[in-house]
Every structure is written in structure tokens, then in C-alpha cells.
């Protein structure tokens, strides 16, 4: 592999948690690895992606660094704050209508200093070009501005999840286990990709399986499959760009990105009350869904693991407090 440049952002190697009541309940063994735990605010799956993209940016001397994504993007937060760390300032594009509170990520990329540009849901369709043009405008006045798309999902971001099924494998060696299947949200695909990869890489036997929250299979197996290209064209040439059939999985995204059921918030408190793991509602709770789905209806026989990829989100979590006084248990 050409190793790029990579800084140091997260808490690394991060823990596999068996989860053995549910696993007794399931008659399945359950284990999460916990990437919700890469960090405090600086947390999730973006980091391990982070660490390759600022490690570049502040190669090429950027000062500055702009991305974009909803007001409640986990992405956004984590640059805001892996950028301050690096000693970068940063300026955040985010879609959809403005939250008339601020809290959750918002309110720690407040905390963090980041400019922020609010976007119609319609002009967010054109944000790379808004931040192509921001980009000029502070290029215009001296400064060296670094544009990270959506997700830092390129070829370069999805090599932390390269390195991050490296660890599965070692820790796979270590505890003497192998895992069966593997589920892992996808929102940008980066993050699926760089698993695909990684398994190639270092020889996961499982079945590796991603939950659109947005979109669908099809989109994303094309979305994939660029970004595994990509990765074979500029850091791993021997592999091979192929998304196994079975892969993605469509049926998870329920009311739509963003929106969690009532049913689904039970199943964050459930999950929450058994185990003290807190899932999200925009990403981890719909794959989490998934998993248990796909147990039910046999994809696992008994006494085979799954590995749930926990990818963080807890700040996406605050905003739904309004929801929450109803699941209340008394
Ligand atoms: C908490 C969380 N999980 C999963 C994802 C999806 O990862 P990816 O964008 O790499 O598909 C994201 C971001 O989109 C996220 O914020």
C-alpha cells in the first residue's frame, strides 16, 4: 500500500464489546465494535477518516478548512474540532432549515468557532460548488482554503477504515474468534469502503453488510465502487473494485434520512436499558435495526457472530429530547 501521511486523532485501537444478554435472547453472539469511542467530542466514524484528510491538507498548507452537511452533521462536528486541533480554522456549508435551538453537534461546532453557512435544502444540491467559490473568495485574500466533500468520503479518508479492519483482524487473532458478518451504516459510503477493502487487505472471511439510511442499494453500490476505484488507482493497486453481490441491503431507512419512528426510539431505550450502549438515531439505530432483522430471518445460524459497527452520532441524539419524555419508563 502507498501510505499516506496520517495525524493522529483517535483513540485507537477501539474496543469489541460482547453483547451476551441480547446474544442469549438471539441465540446468535452479538459484538459491537465500539468506533463510538474513538474519542470524547472529537468521536465516530469521521475520525479515523479525518486523521488521512487534515494529515493532507496540512501537507499542502492549507489554513483553513471548509465541508458541508446537515445542521446536525456528525461529520461537521468532528472536522470543527479535529481542524481546531490541528490548529486549522474552519467554516462548515449546512443544508436544511435552521434549527430555531441550538444544540447537539451544532452547538459544539458553535463551541469550536466554526463560520457557518446556512443552505436552502435546494442550494445545498450545488454545495460544492459554494464551497468551490469560498474557496476562491479566501484564496483571494491570502488565506490557503482545503475543501473536504461531504462525509470525507474520498479514496484518502476511506483508508481509515483500511487500517480500522486491520484492527478487527488483529482483534479477531487475539481473541480467537472470527466473525461471521459484519453490519455497518452507510451515509456517504466512505466508511463501507474502506471496510471492502480492508477485507480483501487482510482477509476477513465474513460477510460484510451495509444499511443505506439515505438513498438506496443501487446508488450506493455505484458510489462505492467509485470510491474503491479510486483507491486502487492512488494507494492500493492490487485490488479489486468490486462490491460482492449481497452487500448492501435496502429496506432500513424507514420515514427517511433524519427521521426516527416512535418505534425506533423504543428500540434506542431497549438497547440503551439492556446494554448502556447508546445508539443514534439517524445511522447506527437503522443499521442496528437491520442486524436484528437479518438474525430474525436466519442470516446467521445459531451460535455464529456478528460484529455491529458502532459509529458513533450520540450528539445527533439530543435533538430528538422532545421525543423522548413518552418512552419514559415509569
Ligand atoms: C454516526 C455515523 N454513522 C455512520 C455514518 C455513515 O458513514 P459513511 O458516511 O462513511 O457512509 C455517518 C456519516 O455519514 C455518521 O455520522
Not at 132 to 151: S, T
Not at 174 to 195: K, M, Y
Not at 210 to 219: K, L, S
Not at 311 to 330: A, K, N, R
Amino acid at each position: 500500500m502507498n501510505e499516506p501521511p496520517r495525524i493522529e486523532l483517535a483513540r485507537l485501537p477501539t474496543p469489541i464489546d460482547h453483547l451476551q444478554d441480547l446474544s442469549r435472547e438471539l441465540g446468535v453472539e452479538i459484538y459491537v465494535k465500539r468506533d463510538d469511542l474513538t474519542g470524547a467530542a472529537l468521536t465516530g466514524n469521521k475520525v479515523r477518516k479525518l486523521e488521512y484528510v487534515l494529515a493532507h491538507a496540512l501537507e499542502v498548507d492549507a489554513d483553513i478548512v471548509l465541508t458541508c452537511g446537515s445542521a446536525q452533521s456528525n461529520h461537521c462536528r468532528a472536522t470543527a474540532i479535529a481542524a481546531r486541533r490541528s490548529g486549522l480554522d474552519v467554516e462548515l456549508f449546512l443544508g436544511g432549515a435552521r434549527d430555531a435551538s441550538v444544540r447537539g453537534n451544532l452547538f459544539l461546532d458553535l463551541l469550536m468557532g466554526a463560520g457557518i453557512h446556512h443552505l436552502s435544502d435546494e442550494a445545498f444540491e450545488e454545495v460544492d460548488a459554494h464551497m468551490a467559490q469560498r474557496a476562491e473568495e479566501l484564496g483571494a485574500q491570502g488565506r490557503d482554503a482545503f475543501v473536504i466533500p461531504e462525509g470525507a468520503s474520498t479514496p484518502l479518508g476511506a483508508l481509515g477504515y483500511v487500517r480500522c479492519m486491520k484492527e478487527i483482524r488483529n482483534e479477531e487473532d487475539e481473541a480467537d474468534v472470527s466473525f461471521d458478518l459484519l453490519v455497518v451504516p452507510v451515509g456517504s459510503g466512505g466508511t463501507l469502503a474502506g471496510l471492502l477493502a480492508g477485507a480483501q487487505r487482510y482477509g476477513f472471511k465474513g460477510r460484510i453488510v451495509g444499511i443505506p439510511v439515505c438513498h438506496d442499494a443501487e446508488f450506493f453500490a455505484t458510489k462505492v465502487t467509485t470510491l474503491l476505484e479510486g483507491m486502487r488507482r492512488d494507494h492500493l493497486d492490487d485490488l479489486d473494485p468490486v462490491v460482492p453481490i449481497g452487500t448492501l441491503v435496502d429496506g432500513f431507512v424507514g420515514e427517511g434520512y433524519g427521521h426516527a419512528t416512535f418505534a425506533e426510539l423504543e428500540r434506542i431505550r431497549d438497547l440503551a436499558i439492556l446494554t448502556g450502549i447508546i445508539l443514534d438515531p439517524v445511522y447506527t439505530n437503522k443499521a442496528f435495526g437491520a442486524l436484528l432483522s437479518l438474525v430474525r430471518t436466519g442470516a446467521l445460524a445459531p451460535g455464529q457472530r456478528a460484529l455491529f459497527l458502532h459509529t458513533g452520532g450520540l450528539f445527533g441524539l439530543f435533538p430528538y429530547g422532545d421525543q423522548m419524555p413518552h418512552l419514559m419508563v415509569p
